[in-house]
Structure formats: C-alpha cells, structure tokens
C-alpha cells in the first residue's frame, strides 16, 4: 500500500524549476518540494510563481532554513503563496547546520533546536491567532497579520537526530528527514516522533521521508551518481552519528561507503524500487518526497525513468 509520494524539484533558473512543478501536477504528481541553501534560488519566491501557473499540486519546503530569516519576514511570505494558492501550502523549516551558516551567512549557529522552537511558535502564532507578543532567548516579534485571517498551513520541520525528532513530535505537523537509511527512521525516529506528541500531549505528527530515488538497472552507476550528487554529509559530525547509530561506523571516514549508499538510495527497476517504497510505508512513513538521482550518460532518460514510476504509483 502506498502513501504521498511527492517529487523535489530543484535544478535550472527559475522558469525551469516552474514548468518542472507544472509537469508534475500533469503528470499526476501529489506534491512538489523545494529546498533553500546558499545563495541558490528561494524556494518561497518560486512557489508563489508556481502557485499562480498550477491548480492542484500542494506546494512545500523541505527546508527554509531559519537563521537567514526572520519568522515575521517568512510569515509575509507564506501569506503571499497561501492567497495565490489556498490550502496548498506546507511551510518545511530548519535550523540548517553549523558549517553552512557561520560560513554563508556570518550568524552565529548556537543551540539550533532552541531557534526552531522560537522560530514555529512564533510562525504559528501569527499564521493561526493572527498577531504574536515574544521575547525569546533568540528572537522577538511583536507584529498583527494586518489581514486578520487566520491560516492553518503546516508547519513542518528538518529532523535528523533524536532530539530533532523529539520536538518535531512535540511541537510541528511533521518530521523531514533527509538521506536517513530506513531503519533508521523505524528503530529511531518514529519512536522519538511519539515521544515528543506524548510529552506534548497531541497526536504523533506524520514522519516524511525526503530520500533520493533512482529507477535505474546498472547499480554501480547508481552509487557514482549518488557521490557525486548528494554532498558531503558524511563530513559532517551529526550524519557521521546518524550513520554509526544506523549500522554504518564507516561514516567517520567522511566518505559515502557503498553500504551506506545502499542503505540511502531507493534504486533498481521499477518493481524494486517499488518495493522500497512500500517497505517505508509499512515501517510508519507517512508520506516520501523523491529526490531524483541522475544515473548514466543520458540523466534526462533516467529523471524520466523515475519520474513515471513515482507517477505510476501516485
């Protein structure tokens, strides 16, 4: 049985990103997801162009990363997307790493899960009361939704480790994960995921699996499209834990082994990767965003290879 299944859309200018976004609501395609890093493009800027040239496709990121921004500068953002395409919108959000931001930015990246806390409940406020009265440890905002309506979008967030998860259960309407193996998620996250909702008293929120996906016969370029395209998160010390805590202690090397990369990617045919799928459903997903792996000397060919299969099985 198979949940949500939504497709990232990043890669090209803007326009490309759109017309990507409008083919997949016509080719049946649930959901369509961008993520925001660097100086890249904004994925909330995009989705309000997307927003106007679609009608059904619901519309989320995975991840708007907090420190860049001010949740009130985010608030008049999703207002702009959420009056162009009503009940579409799903607000992903994350505090990002260490590296990216001190590096990038110049901001000081202290005590993340602290900001993410500040950052949804200040959202939250001003999105479903209309108006917010905060003094945090890392933000204030005093600030009326001129508008007066109160919106009801999700507010979603980035999870990695148990702690990540136990807030994500405590606090938002949803766990992102990112290149997590599957058991993973089973043994690790969906138990600190109803945690969190107990602790919090309400309903576990759902866990959603962003994961790299390649419909693909030829494994071995599988892997080498997977090295080359999915960064250097082994380097990075919290992926390094996630991995060791996942069965992998080859991850200190900072290097993709072939086992972890097995563990990451859904990949094979068709029938295999289907039941990749299926098998993250039934350990608690409750819904996958495909993140397309380009495998082989023709990328275009294998986007669409997986593309048709992800639109097969929505």
């Known amino acids: ?119 949804i409940f200040i959202v939250r406020s001003m999105l479903e009361n209309g108006e917010v009265e905060f003094d945090g440890k890392q933000y204030r905002a005093h600030a009326r939704v001129l508008s007066g309506q109160n919106l009801e979008i999700p507010i979603m967030a ?34 600190a995921l109803n945690k969190g909702a107990s602790k919090a008293n309400r309903i576990v929120p759902p866990l959603i699996v962003h994961a790299p996906i390649c419909v693909h016969d030829d494994i071995d370029e599988v892997r080498k499209a997977a090295r080359e395209q999915l960064g250097n998160y082994p380097k990075s010390p919290f992926y390094q834990q996630m991995f060791s805590d996942s069965g992998h202690p080859e991850a200190i090397e900072g290097v993709w082994s072939d086992g972890m990369i097995d563990d990451v990617v859904l990949m094979g045919n068709e029938s295999a990767v289907a039941n990749q799928i299926e098998r993250l459903f039934k350990w608690g997903a409750g819904e996958i965003i495909a993140h397309p792996l380009l495998a082989g000397s023709d990328t275009e060919k294998s986007f669409e290879r997986t593309l048709s299969l992800i639109s097969s099985l929505s």
């Not at 490309?16 to 890093?37: D, P, Q, R, S």
Request: glycine share 10%.
């Open 1 to 119: 049985m198979f949940g949500k299944i939504g497709v990232t859309a990043m890669g090209g200018d803007s326009k490309t990103v759109v017309e990507k976004i409008i083919k997949f609501e016509n080719n049946g395609i649930k959901a369509a997801w961008l993520t925001t890093g660097g100086a890249g493009v904004d994925g909330l800027t995009i989705f309000a162009a997307a927003a106007m040239a679609t009608e059904s496709i619901l519309l989320g990121t995975c991840i708007t990363p907090t420190y860049p921004r001010h949740p009130i500068t985010t608030v008049q953002q999703v207002q702009v997307i959420n009056h162009l395409a009503p009940n579409r919108f799903r607000l992903g959000l994350g505090p990002s790493h260490k590296v990216s931001i001190e590096a990038t930015y110049g901001i000081e990246h202290i005590a993340p899960l602290t900001n993410l806390r500040e950052y």
């Open 158 to 191: 980035s999870a990695l480790r148990v702690k990540s998860f136990e807030l994500c259960g405590e606090i938002s309407d949803g766990a992102i994960s990112w290149v997590c193996p599957g058991t993973y998620l089973r043994d690790v996250a969906i138990p």
